[in-house]
């Protein structure tokens, strides 16, 4: 879940954006220590869309707390669909999964957003957490790789960010330009910023030495963020971390657990997300199991800068085996076009 690119995009109806921002909590500190630390921070909060100092710092309350004391944890939950040529969009999993962040203050006046992330699977039709999942394209049970990121860490400043460099995989240099996000006012008092990232880049799970699990040997991803905040929230001095809730969308290669191979199609995310002030309390009871039982460190955010920030495939490409090729085998294919009517 990372976004580093800011673009303009339509997305979620407005009035029903509001009536979901409206029952976030506003996070105020009357005059105590929370209002000496925010001061002692010394960020922006005079609202002007076209100020990189602004954004930079909007930004960072938003995707993080500022007091560096202080945790902000994450939660988003959706549905993944398959796409093919020639059929429906089918319904695959849902996608539920946490994040806990840390923000360090850099001597330039930046933020370092230091992240852990973890994403697990459920059956689409009992809720249930998966271990294993019957592939409909292949007909095989395949083990489930649940997301887990640790870390995904990047540096929010008043130039545009570079794109993630995924281990050196991604080359791609961008010319600084200022650090303006694409603001629109929504209805009730809201605030909507949209964010995005379109990337494609070498694979790290070469077709030579991965045939099940590489989608070929470049890698093309696409994610799409949009945020609504109050704006009473984003002018509050007090406030280190601003609340929100939003929609996240990724468009993604077979994951490569399911051993789809160059098969044609893909996978597409359409989930939502937002600040749990309570944290642990406030998440599912399965999920916090699912992720003690993988580490406990999953709970926490990081305390330390640390790298390098991978996903979730380079991250396979460390962990995993390549799965053995059965005699035969060759990727699912979509149906037949229809033939011409008429």
């Known amino acids: 879940m990372s976004n580093n690119t800011f673009t303009r995009r339509e997305g979620l109806s407005l009035a029903a954006i509001a009536a979901g921002v409206a029952a976030l909590p506003t996070v105020a500190s009357a005059a105590g220590k929370s209002a000496t630390a925010a001061s002692r921070l010394n960020f922006t909060t005079r609202l002007d869309f076209k100020d990189p100092v602004w954004n930079r710092d909007t930004y960072a309350r938003i995707d993080g707390d500022v007091d560096p004391t202080k945790e902000k944890c994450g939660w988003l939950r959706g549905k993944a669909f398959g796409v093919r040529d020639n059929e429906k969009i089918r319904p ?22 230091m992240l852990r992330e973890v994403v697990f699977y459920r059956d689409i ?9 019957d592939n409909p394209y292949t007909g095989e049970k395949v083990k489930v790789v649940p997301i887990a990121n640790d870390p995904f860490n990047f540096t ?11 281990g050196g995989l991604q080359k791609v240099k961008t010319e600084p330009k200022p ?10 008092g ?38 609504t905040v109050k704006r009473e929230d984003v002018l509050n001095p007090n406030l ?64 330390e800068d640390y790298g390098p920030s991978l996903s979730s495939l380079e991250n396979y490409a460390r962990e995993q085996k390549p799965a053995p090729v059965p005699a035969g085998w060759s990727p699912p294919q979509p149906p037949a076009a229809p033939k011409k009517l008429g």
């Not at 008043?158 to 460099?165: G, I, L, M, R, T």
């Not at 650090?179 to 009730?188: I, K, S, T």
């Open 125 to 133: 039709e009992t809720g249930k957490l998966l271990d294993t999942w």
């Open 240 to 303: 280190t971390h601003i609340p929100h809730i939003g929609a996240w969308t990724r468009m993604t290669p077979w994951l490569p657990w399911m051993l789809m191979g160059q098969a044609p199609g893909h996978i597409t995310y359409f989930t939502t997300f937002q600040t749990l002030p309570g944290g642990i309390k406030e998440l599912p009871q399965d999920l916090v199991e699912a992720a003690r039982a993988m580490d406990e460190k999953w709970l926490h955010s990081p305390t």
């Open 156 to 166: 929010i400043s008043d130039k545009v960010p570079e794109p993630p460099s995924y």
């Open 179 to 188: 650090f303006l996000m694409d603001w629109m006012e929504g209805p009730e």
């Open 190 to 227: 809201t605030l909507i910023v949209n964010t995005d990232i379109d990337m494609i880049y070498p694979n790290a799970l070469q077709p030579d030495k991965w045939p099940r699990e590489s989608s070929g040997v470049m890698n093309r991803v696409s994610e799409h963020f949009i945020y």
């Open 92 to 113: 695959l999993f849902i996608a539920e999964g946490f994040s806990f962040t840390r923000m360090k203050r850099l001597d330039d006046g930046s933020w370092r957003r």
